[in-house]
């Protein structure tokens, strides 16, 4: 449109795809092929208040997600009505948000004193798990503490991470991301079957080019296409 804002995407073979937008961009609905899938409502600052969505949207809408909000502006609470969806949310002065809680579970999160993530906690009947996360100096996570309580690393060289629970990365001269690989576990068999995903850039940065490997062969391959400002226009699979 106008604004330089994406509202009407025709996939091959498949009706359009249309987002209705207002004022500067804020996204009222949307449609599939002149049906409309979901619609918005929301409030005098433009926060969603609630969501129609199935059978048609609108007036005869299926379901609707009603959300609340709390003076500082967050998230307080979600309700759907036809499903068990219910959610309330809880922050700390800070900012941070340190509860979801919902019909079936409860999840909590801790954090340090200078704001970076540091567990999870996960209750339920039955169930009591909790997740701890380390960090270096720049915020990168680190190894899990209990699961490599032998690591010695303490922060990631010019901050890349190297590696994580399910891949191992490469990086270019410029910090781009140029390989990344099923990581395989310490004392699993290796059949080859792990998979590879390689990312091509061109002369501004821009990623132009992905494949997935597996077995020596490309499962999938990927090109992206920009226009004159550099707005990706065009994603082509094979």
Same mark, same amino acid.
């Given at each position: 449109? #106008?604004?330089?804002? !994406?509202?009407?995407?025709?996939?091959?073979? @498949?009706?359009?795809?249309?987002?209705?937008? +207002?004022?500067?961009?804020? @996204?009222?609905?949307?449609?599939?092929? &002149?049906?409309?899938?979901?619609? %918005?409502?929301?409030?005098?600052?433009?926060?969603?208040?609630?969501?129609?969505? &199935?059978?048609?949207?609108?007036?005869?809408?299926?379901?609707? $997600?009603?959300?609340?909000?709390?003076?500082?502006?967050? @998230?307080?609470?979600?309700?759907?009505?036809?499903?068990? %969806?219910?959610?309330? %949310?809880?922050?700390?002065?800070?900012?941070? $948000?340190?509860?979801?809680?919902?019909?079936?579970?409860?999840? #909590?999160?801790? %954090?340090?004193?200078?704001?970076?993530? #540091?567990? /999870?906690?996960?209750? !339920?009947? &039955? =169930?009591?798990?909790?997740?701890?996360? !380390?960090?270096?100096?720049?915020?990168?996570? @680190?190894?899990?503490?209990? $699961?490599?309580?032998?690591?010695?690393?303490? !922060?990631?060289?010019?901050?890349?991470?190297?590696?994580?629970?399910? +891949? /191992?990365?490469?990086?270019? #001269?410029?910090?781009?991301?140029?390989?990344?690989?099923?990581?395989?576990?310490?004392?699993?068999?290796?059949?080859?079957?792990?998979?590879?995903?390689? +990312?091509? +850039?061109?002369?501004? *940065?821009? =990623?132009?080019?992905?494949?997935?490997?597996? *077995?020596?062969?490309? =499962?999938?391959?990927?090109?992206?296409?920009?226009?004159? =400002? &550099?707005?990706?226009?065009?994603?082509?699979?094979?």
């Amino acid at each position: 449109n #106008e604004q330089g804002l !994406a509202n009407r995407v025709t996939p091959d073979s @498949l009706p359009p795809v249309e987002w209705l937008t +207002y004022g500067s961009g804020y @996204l009222a609905g949307m449609k599939l092929g &002149g049906t409309p899938l979901v619609e %918005y409502t929301r409030d005098r600052l433009h926060r969603e208040t609630v969501r129609s969505f &199935g059978s048609r949207a609108g007036s005869n809408a299926a379901y609707e $997600l009603t959300s609340t909000y709390t003076p500082a502006g967050q @998230l307080q609470s979600q309700h759907l009505n036809s499903l068990v %969806y219910d959610r309330d %949310y809880g922050w700390n002065d800070n900012g941070d $948000l340190v509860r979801i809680s919902g019909p079936r579970q409860t999840r #909590e999160y801790g %954090y340090s004193a200078t704001g970076r993530l #540091e567990s /999870v906690r996960t209750l !339920a009947p &039955g =169930l009591d798990i909790r997740i701890p996360y !380390a960090t270096d100096p720049a915020g990168n996570r @680190l190894p899990d503490p209990e $699961l490599h309580p032998d690591s010695t690393l303490t !922060a990631w060289p010019d901050n890349r991470i190297a590696e994580d629970a399910h +891949y /191992v990365y490469h990086y270019d #001269e410029y910090g781009r991301l140029t390989e990344k690989t099923d990581r395989i576990p310490t004392g699993v068999i290796r059949t080859d079957d792990e998979r590879t995903h390689h +990312y091509h +850039y061109d002369s501004q *940065h821009r =990623l132009v080019f992905h494949t997935r490997i597996q *077995h020596g062969e490309p =499962l999938v391959e990927s090109r992206y296409l920009y226009d004159p =400002l &550099g707005r990706r226009m065009a994603k082509r699979v094979w």
